[in-house]
């Protein structure tokens, strides 16, 4: 609906260069969305995705900086945010301390850091190579693209599908009741928080590539924007839901009314408003599922 009214507004929307824009946009907040469905459905929350992928954008710049070799700085910057993915996942699983305080204190942790190490300034002058990860392009269509697609449909397929990961349903939905059952709910939880971390690391280094930067800033709100796609696609925050296409379609849906605010020349400065909004009906639509289900 919200496509067919801004292709009525603007018919630019439906160019071919328009679209690809639009999916090329949704390339940072589709893993990070993914990452976010399986801690909600886990019955957790990460705050700390958008920090995470500040954090991993200055580290693997900075490594490149100094001369080390693209796969290498790539590696060193997925091994931070698994680190921190490991921290938040150690804390929830084995402490049993709230998620929501856990994530909070590492989103600080993380963003803290990376703007201490770069001062708040942007590293450029990163290499070639390293740039066409994000910049390079296979029938008009940035690498990029094709990696998170393909990422999605095998996120999607074994969350539905494969036993170990499937069972992340039943550990959000009654914790208590699969442990009983033979399920390891803290093993699934530790990995959740550190899947999650991860494809928020492979979002900065698709971002820190195709904009050839690193920045201690990137990924700022990204967290809301994975919250509100996660959960108008199914997810809900009491656990034991969720879709991976579902979150694809709310990712969708905020990359479409970002892409109107351009077109339309409307004032950028109410998207942060707009998204805002979407969060807010996101919740309430969790709220109605919820009473609708008879829970609480």
């Given amino acids: 609906v919200v496509s067919g009214l801004v292709a009525l507004a603007e018919p630019r929307f439906l160019t071919a260069s328009n679209l690809v824009s639009v999916g090329t946009g949704m390339i940072y907040d589709l893993p990070v969305a993914a990452g976010m469905t399986l801690v909600l459905a886990l019955g957790g929350i990460d705050l700390s995705v958008g920090a995470v992928i500040g954090l991993t954008s200055v580290i693997a710049a900075m490594c490149l900086r100094s001369g080390v070799g693209v796969p290498l700085a790539v590696l060193i910057g997925l091994v931070t945010a698994g680190s921190v993915g490991a921290l938040n996942g150690l804390l ?5 301390i709230a998620p929501f305080l856990v994530t909070l204190g590492t989103m600080s942790i993380a963003r803290g850091a990376a703007t201490v190490l770069t001062s708040g300034y942007f590293l450029s002058g990163l290499p070639g190579a390293y740039v066409e990860i994000g910049r390079g392009e ?12 393909g990422l999605l449909v ?12 499937h069972d992340a349903f039943y550990a959000g939905h009654n914790p208590a009741a699969a442990s009983l059952s033979g399920i390891d709910v803290g093993r699934l939880m530790f990995g959740g928080y ?3 971390a991860l494809v928020a690391g492979l979002s900065a280094i698709f971002m820190t590539s195709r904009l050839a930067m690193g920045y201690a800033r990137f990924g700022e709100l990204a967290e809301l924007r994975a919250i509100a796609a996660a959960v108008l696609g199914g997810a809900s925050f009491s656990g034991g839901t969720g ?7 709310g990712v969708l849906l905020l990359a479409v009314i970002s892409n109107g605010f351009v077109l339309l020349r409307l004032s950028v400065y109410w998207q942060g408003v707009v998204s805002g ?6 919740i309430a639509l969790d709220a109605s599922r919820r009473r609708r289900n008879g829970s609480r």
């Fill in 194 to 196: 550190v899947a999650s």
């Fill in 92 to 96: 929830v699983a084995r402490f049993k």
């Fill in 138 to 149: 296979l029938l008009g269509v940035p690498y990029p693209v094709f990696v998170v697609l």
């Fill in 277 to 282: 909004l979407i969060l807010v009906v996101a």
């Fill in 154 to 165: 095998v996120f999607d397929f074994l969350l539905r599908r494969w036993k170990p990961l």
């Fill in 243 to 249: 879709s991976i296409l579902g979150a694809a379609l």
